[in-house]
């Protein structure tokens, strides 16, 4: 789900306070820049209408005309590092989104999703195999509407792979990948199942489809960070024409 209004004006407060102390130390607009940065670093995505909002309260520009360039230049400097700040445009409200992105990595499991274990604090491969299940699923989905494939509640918290093949078996990477993937999945409990769904969806992986109870849809962050991806997959026709030139 998308941050609210309130937490992006208390980010805006924070950065501009920030920049207003660095100020002092050198260029202004490189302290803004560098407040701006952190501020969505700390966010990690945020709808554009925000971004813009924390541009003007921290640069205390009296609009933001300049924004793009902004940003461009905030890219021209991340380069070196390989990551941006990537702007897509959501199919599911319509709004432009901005989020802080690795560059390099751009598959559903070598990203952010690393939920960790409530035991031990490791990574829960089990939820990150669980969200690339659904990614795929969710985008390969015949049921697409607006470019969105989507899921029930139940057919989620159901999901199955079937295995593509037996351990000791010969098989090619890309089934021994999804064999191994069904395997993670198979090992959640419907309650764990549960819990990630709400999780993804808090950040932003997942969302509610619009128009339809019950059921989730890929997030805006998905579409940030693994727009490559998504493209790549086998989609409906009309899926990914809907998504050319809306993902980076």
Not at 39 to 48: D, N
Request: charged share 30%; proline share 3%.
């Amino acid at each position: 789900m998308p941050p609210k209004r309130r937490a992006s004006e208390g980010a805006a407060a924070a950065a501009a306070a920030a920049a207003a102390a660095a100020a002092g130390s050198g260029s202004d607009i490189t302290a803004y820049r560098h407040c701006f940065l952190q501020a969505v670093m700390q966010r990690q995505y945020l709808k554009e209408a925000e971004a813009r909002d924390l541009y003007r309260g921290i640069t205390r520009a009296g609009n933001d005309a300049l924004f793009l360039d902004f940003v461009g230049e905030i890219n021209r400097q991340l380069e070196f590092a390989q990551f941006e700040l990537r702007r897509v445009k959501y199919l599911g409200d319509g709004e432009h989104y901005l989020g802080f992105v690795n560059k390099e990595a751009d598959e559903a499991s070598k990203r952010s999703v690393k939920y960790r274990g409530p035991k031990d604090g490791k990574p829960d491969t089990r939820v990150t195999a669980y969200f690339r299940a659904l990614l795929e699923r969710m985008a390969t989905s015949a049921t697409a509407e607006r470019g969105l494939g989507y899921l029930t509640s139940r057919e989620a918290l159901n999901l199955r792979r079937a295995p593509a093949g037996r351990a000791g078996e010969e098989e090619d990477p890309e089934a021994a990948a999804l064999r191994q993937q069904a395997e993670e999945v198979s090992k959640l409990s419907m309650q764990e199942r549960d819990r990630a769904l709400t999780q993804l969806s808090t950040d932003g992986w997942l969302a509610h489809m619009r128009g339809k109870q019950g059921c989730y849809t890929l997030g805006p962050r998905s579409f940030l960070e693994l727009g490559r991806y998504i493209l790549a997959l086998d989609l409906p026709a009309e899926t990914a024409q809907a998504l050319q030139g809306l993902v980076a």
